[in-house]
């Protein structure tokens, strides 16, 4: 009957070990879910500042073309050759294929930018998680050994008992 007490506070120690162990990885859980969602937010940031960086491009590229086609415009209405009315139209032409290599400099410019951004993110993250992940593992491991410690504690106690040649009751 002295057994009872004894197996019944072991396993009443395990149990607690092992509620201890499952918060432990509930929390660990908790911790990477949170960082996988700060890293996620932080790629939707730099995709973001990129778009912006590509729509203030495009209307640097909309202002100096207005301007210029302007200027043009007042240009061809005080030509008064075809020659000049010629040389306005090649200046425009050129002009266009001028910010049409200067917007995809600078949209391309962004994009490496974001690119950067983001691996420069994904590398943060692989060297913060790396210690982390280790560290979480290892508790998850430790909390582990510590709930089954009591477990074992009992079965050796109860194949100890019947080696000693106590006898075992059957419930």
Request: net charge negative; charged share 15%.
């Amino acid at each position: 009957m002295s057994n009872r007490p004894k197996r019944a506070q072991a396993q009443s120690s395990a149990n607690e070990t092992a509620q201890a162990a499952l918060s432990a990885s509930f929390s660990s859980a908790s911790e990477l879910t949170r960082e996988q969602l700060a890293f996620s937010a932080e790629n939707l940031a730099a995709w973001f500042r990129a778009a912006e960086a590509l729509q203030l491009a495009q209307l640097h590229l909309s202002q100096r073309a207005a301007l210029l086609h302007r200027q043009a415009a007042e240009n061809l209405r005080n030509a008064s050759t075809p020659w000049e009315m010629l040389s306005v139209q090649a200046n425009l032409a050129l002009y266009d294929f001028q910010e049409g290599m200067r917007f995809l400099q600078e949209a391309l410019v962004a994009s490496t930018r974001a690119g950067g951004d983001v691996s420069a993110a994904a590398q943060k993250r692989e060297q913060d998680e790396a210690p982390q992940a280790a560290s979480a593992a290892a508790q998850v491991v430790e909390a582990a050994i510590n709930a089954a410690a009591p477990m074992a504690q009992a079965w050796q106690q109860v194949f100890a008992a019947s080696l000693n040649g106590a006898p075992t009751k059957h419930h």
